[in-house]
């Protein structure tokens, strides 16, 4: 893949999903030229609100390749998923929550542990409950690669919680290594965006994958708060038309499988 800007790759690839995502977008519209062409769809594991969130939470982010491929097979063209690294910077890894709630283990926070080293190592560890339960945390590297095999368009998320080490005059660059090496290594060979709720990081995200930044891509498109169990989807129709109207390339969901059969019938 030549490297262009994140949202040429998605024009690109929307044009070509057929091929891309293995699916067919079928056209609904009574006339080709007023025929909307649907938005590519990101799947989102959702993450439960209020006070006992983390007690609820089932572990649905598509960080690992069980999810990935869930999230695929419901219709989602791509994924967001979380990166946070381990300790000093020493391993990019793929998980969402600040601490090791929802895995073995005794709970520790994810920038305290080393990725293979001692009896508390994050590698070691497997998930606890909800659907992915048994599956283990993987590296930046390891997931990647596997959203690629899937033919994944890539949405990243650098967690606020990197901050303090990618920060760090003694280990920043090593931190940034883990984050930006498998990036670099890949993104001419598979679509990916990446962004951070966490104005500096973003800003040195801008700074150093200006062509990857996420922009308005990948816009959020839900109108109903996520909880444990899940809210219908039925709750998302009126945002998800005010939405589709404003004709955007992408859309994020937490209901990817629901989205992609409501979508169907609005544009080709």
């Not at 982010?61 to 491929?69: E, R, W």
């Not at 444990?228 to 589709?244: F, H, V």
Request: aromatic share 8%.
């Amino acid at each position: 893949m030549t490297k262009m800007h994140s949202g040429v790759v998605l024009a690109a690839a929307s044009a070509a999903m057929a091929v891309m995502a293995g699916t067919a977008l079928t056209a609904t519209a009574a006339s080709a030229a007023k025929a909307r062409r649907c938005p590519v769809v990101f799947g989102h594991g959702g993450y439960p609100e209020g006070p006992d969130a983390s007690r609820k939470d089932r572990i649905r982010q598509a960080n690992n390749p069980s999810a990935v491929k869930d999230m695929r097979r419901a219709g989602a063209d791509g994924v967001e998923a979380d990166v946070q690294l381990t300790r000093h910077g020493t391993k990019a890894v793929m998980w969402h929550n600040t601490t090791t709630n929802g895995l073995t283990g005794p709970r520790r926070a994810i920038t305290d542990l080393w990725w293979k080293t001692g009896p508390d190592n994050l590698r070691d560890r497997r998930i606890s409950r909800g659907p992915y339960k048994g599956e283990r945390v993987y590296t930046l590297r390891e997931w990647l690669d596997h959203a690629r095999a899937s033919r994944s368009f890539v949405l990243l998320e650098i967690k606020y919680q990197a901050r303090e080490i990618l920060a760090s005059r003694q280990y920043g660059e090593a931190g940034w290594r883990e984050i930006s090496g498998p990036i670099r290594e890949r993104q001419h060979r598979q679509p990916i965006m990446v962004y951070s709720t966490d104005p500096w990081i973003q800003s040195e995200l801008e700074r150093r994958h200006p062509e990857l930044i996420k922009g308005p891509e990948a816009r959020w498109t839900d109108g109903v708060a996520w909880d444990e169990p899940p809210p219908s989807w039925r709750g998302n129709q009126t945002r998800w038309q005010s939405i589709l109207k404003l004709r955007p390339l992408s859309v994020m969901t937490n209901y990817p499988g629901a989205y992609r059969r409501w979508v169907a019938e609005r544009c080709t």
